[in-house]
């Protein structure tokens, strides 16, 4: 509830949804909508049926050399990709670092474009006009 109240809290929400969405690439994990109902505000995202990577390096295993390069090569990809859609991540860690099991061999997915911002190379405005259009 304190969230929702609060405009700049709303107005960050509202800035992630809308900056991510427009983000298609297989590296970065899909944003479908968002909105607000009944009060409560919401989006819509790809599900990751997996692990993030935080976990892994937590667990007996950890992970590999090859497995380290696997993922830092595939997140490389999905913020040269967002960066090419002047989008600046700024909150990459371990825990937004997804890896979808599923498949026939894992995919690295990069999440949570949270506190993301316009790549400071552009303004705002020109940013927010295009992701809009």
Do not use: C
Not at 35 to 57: A, H, P
Not at 77 to 105: C, E, F, W
């Amino acid at each position: 509830p304190s969230f929702r109240a609060d405009p700049d809290a709303r107005r960050r929400f509202d800035d992630e949804a809308r900056s991510a969405a427009p983000l298609s690439h297989p590296n970065i994990v899909g944003v479908y909508d968002r909105g607000e109902f009944d009060g409560q505000l919401w989006i819509s995202m790809e599900y990751v049926d997996g692990t993030d990577v935080s976990r892994l390096l937590r667990s007996a295993g950890g992970v590999s050399d090859d497995q380290a390069v696997a993922i830092i090569s595939a997140v490389a990809d999905a913020l040269d990709y967002a960066h090419q859609h002047d989008l600046l991540h700024r909150d990459v860690k371990p825990g937004n670092i997804m890896i979808d099991t599923t498949g026939s061999s894992p995919r690295v997915m990069l999440g949570d474009f949270g506190i993301a911002r316009p790549d400071w190379r552009t303004g705002l405005a020109a940013v927010i006009t295009e992701l809009d259009a």
